[in-house]
């Protein structure tokens, strides 16, 4: 059987202002919403990423909109005019969600 990852049953879109990273994730269907629930807490996304992810992670849920907004702090070394990073704008990190495993969580 395939491993299954996020990106099997949901969709993001990043943003990042200064130093902090926004990335909203929405379930393609409706019914995978308490998945998504379920996998993406800020425990599990601060620690599937130590490395880039220096400071607090912040969930709000959209139920309405079967989706999460999350809010990662001091996540793009300094931000844009302070990183040497070629990628610091935080665009990678919806690549990064949702290439999670949905199986171990």
């Known amino acids: 059987m395939a491993r299954r990852i996020l990106r099997d049953v949901a969709h993001a879109r990043a943003g990042d202002k200064g130093d902090t990273s926004n990335v909203a994730v929405w379930a393609y269907d409706p019914a995978d919403y308490p998945l ?3 996998l993406l807490t800020p425990e599990r996304v601060k620690a599937a990423f130590p490395h880039l992810i220096r400071g607090a992670v912040e969930r709000y849920e959209m139920p ?16 844009v005019n ?4 070629l990628d610091s704008h935080g665009k990678s990190f919806s690549f990064l969600i949702l290439g999670l495993p949905i199986d171990e969580a």
Not at 64 to 79: D, F, P, Q, S
Not at 82 to 85: F, R, Y
């Open 82 to 85: 302070a990183s040497l990073n």
């Open 36 to 38: 998504l629930l379920r």
């Open 64 to 79: 309405h909109l079967h989706g999460l907004n999350l809010v990662m702090r001091h996540a793009l070394e300094g931000g």
